[in-house]
């Protein structure tokens, strides 16, 4: 065989590899998926301890939207967690007007990585009224 028709035949196969690769490959999921990922899979396996809200906040954004955090705390053998959840896109599912310092709350937590919590999702809400 000629070697310029065998490097042609390996430059073929390689641009239809590639061009394969390209057309097939999985698209990157954006933040919002991700996050909505991570809060089906903590109602499906997280435990749950109780905690209390310290501050909603609303933070300002890009665009003109702001973000509403939920910020609250909880303990998990002996050790004190404070974390905050981004609720802007469940807020239909709560009111955030009678959220109040020392609300009481169900956290619902990943129990290999405790700092990995929730305490509202679309099928669970923890916030007590």
């Given at each position: 065989?000629?070697?310029?028709?065998?490097?042609?035949?390996?430059?073929?196969?390689?641009?239809?590899?590639?061009?394969?690769?390209?057309?097939f490959?999985?698209?990157?999921?954006?933040?919002?998926?991700?996050?909505?990922e991570?809060?089906?899979?903590?109602?499906?396996?997280?435990?749950?301890?109780?905690?209390?809200?310290?501050?909603?906040?609303?933070?300002?954004?890009?665009?003109?939207?702001?973000?509403?955090?939920?910020?609250?705390?909880?303990?998990?053998?002996?050790?004190?967690?404070?974390?905050?959840?981004?609720?802007?896109y469940?807020?239909?599912?709560?009111?955030?007007?009678?959220?109040?310092?020392?609300?009481?709350?169900?956290?619902?937590?990943?129990?290999?990585?405790?700092?990995?919590?929730?305490?509202?999702?679309?099928?669970?809400?923890?916030?007590?009224?």
């Open positions: 065989m000629n070697p310029f028709r065998l490097y042609a035949l390996v430059l073929a196969v390689a641009v239809a590899v590639l061009l394969t690769y390209f057309l490959r999985r698209k990157p999921k954006t933040s919002v998926e991700l996050e909505r991570r809060r089906l899979w903590l109602d499906q396996v997280g435990r749950i301890t109780d905690g209390s809200v310290i501050d909603v906040q609303e933070i300002p954004g890009d665009d003109h939207k702001s973000a509403t955090v939920l910020i609250y705390h909880y303990d998990v053998a002996g050790v004190s967690y404070e974390c905050s959840q981004e609720v802007t469940l807020r239909p599912l709560i009111n955030l007007h009678s959220c109040r310092l020392g609300l009481p709350t169900s956290v619902r937590y990943d129990p290999q990585n405790p700092g990995n919590s929730l305490v509202i999702s679309e099928r669970w809400i923890g916030l007590r009224q």
